[in-house]
């Protein structure tokens, strides 16, 4: 078992920024991505980014949010930049092997945006 353990989280005015983090518990084996999901109240959870993206974020981010990882530190980071109240969601990480071995979600840090 895998735990996957987000941070950053918070209340933000609109126009700033938050560093999201997600670490797992241990070395996952095996060739996998990293990412990152929001879901809004009353709406389905959606894509943000993953490890390998590249530049095919959603039109709704892109240009505002960077996925980074870390693998020495078993962490991906999603930074945000230029927050708007349409970005208030629970954020989740994801860790998914390529070949859909396993699937591991954390239990999410709530993003507000708000003045």
């Known amino acids: 078992q895998v735990q996957l353990v987000e941070s950053g989280g918070g209340l933000v005015q609109p126009g700033g920024s938050l560093r999201l983090s997600c670490t797992a518990s241990?070395?996952?084996?095996?060739?996998?991505?990293m990412g990152w999901y929001r879901q809004a109240p009353g709406k389905q959870r959606e894509l943000v980014a993953t490890?390998?993206?590249?530049?095919n974020y959603p039109d709704s981010v892109k240009g505002r949010f960077t996925i980074s990882r870390d693998n020495a530190k078993n962490t991906v980071y999603l930074q945000m930049n230029g927050l708007k109240p349409e970005d208030t969601a629970v954020y989740y990480c994801?860790?998914?092997?390529?070949?859909?071995?396993?699937?591991?979600w954390g239990q999410g840090t709530q993003v507000t945006v708000s003045s």
């Open positions: 994801n860790v998914r092997h390529i070949f859909q071995a396993y699937d591991y």
């Open positions: 241990r070395t996952i084996f095996g060739p996998n991505t």
């Open positions: 490890s390998t993206s590249g530049v």
